[in-house]
T-cell receptor, first 109, second 115 residues
Framework: AQRVTQPEKLLSVFKGAPVELKCNYS??????LFWYVQYSRQRLQLLLRHISRESIKGFTADLNKGETSFHLKKPFAQEEDSAMYYCALLTGGGNKLTFGTGTQLKVEL | DVKVTQSSRYLVKRTGEKVFLECVQD?????MFWYRQDPGLGLRLIYFSYDVKMKEKGDIPEGYSVSREKKERFSLILESASTNQTSMYLC??????????????FGEGSRLTVL
């Protein structure tokens, strides 16, 4: 079965502390994974994609096929990082995204 | 900028009513999607469409139907609204190169309350 698991509903960290948002997936094929973010009162938007191996707003995510994980990391959390984060897996032959349940990140001063 | 517009931001309906949620995109995208967003459940795909008059069931299609008569417009229909359909509904679109980009463009959402 194709599934995306985000075990934490809420993650609270202090400003300047490292952040790791966990994402695990279950997929029989070659996975294409993404992180989406929704800031307060804004639209859901793409943050980064694993295939690009990019760093966006200081966030990175590495695909670990052995552990079937795609954790989102940032070395030093900023207040503006507070948002809802969703991990997503490309499924259905590459025509739709399956999302996880989301993790609310709260960065405290 | 890609613009996905959902016509209603907030709706309150009664049980049994027929509900239409409208979505329009202005970037000539082939693919359009309807998700519902619920706390603790994340985003769940209801229906999607690859092209005009084409539709595919998502993960939770029961109680919903869709219509895509024009490329830019994708409507979600609740034939007989029920209280368990109270939710935030998100429309999204993408172009045919989605396999490469994985990028969906989302609307602002329609919050539906069924009493």
């Amino acid at each position: 079965a194709q599934r995306v698991t985000q075990p934490e509903k809420l993650l609270s960290v202090f400003k300047g502390a490292p952040v790791e948002l966990k994402c695990n997936y279950s997929y029989s094929g070659s996975p294409e994974l993404f992180w989406y973010v929704q800031y307060s009162r804004q639209r859901l938007q793409l943050l980064l994609r694993h295939i690009s191996r990019e760093s966006i707003k200081g966030f990175t995510a590495d695909l670990n096929k052995g552990e079937t994980s795609f954790h989102l990391k940032k070395p030093f959390a900023q207040e503006e990082d507070s948002a809802m984060y969703y991990c997503a897996l490309l499924t259905g032959g590459g025509n739709k995204l399956t999302f996880g349940t989301g993790t609310q990140l709260k960065v405290e001063l | 900028d890609v613009k996905v517009t959902q016509s209603s931001r907030y709706l309150v309906k009664r049980t049994g009513e027929k509900v239409f949620l409208e979505c329009v995109q202005d970037m000539d995208h082939e693919n359009m999607f309807w998700y519902r967003q619920d706390p603790g459940l994340g985003l769940r795909l209801i229906y999607f469409s690859y092209d005009v008059k084409m539709k595919e069931k998502g993960d939770i299609p029961e109680g919903y139907s869709v219509s895509r008569e024009k490329k830019e417009r994708f409507s979600l229909i609740l034939e007989s609204a029920s209280t368990n359909q109270t939710s935030m509904y998100l429309c999204a679109s993408s172009d045919s190169g989605m396999l490469d980009t994985g990028e969906l463009f989302f609307g602002e959402g329609s919050r539906l309350t069924v009493l």
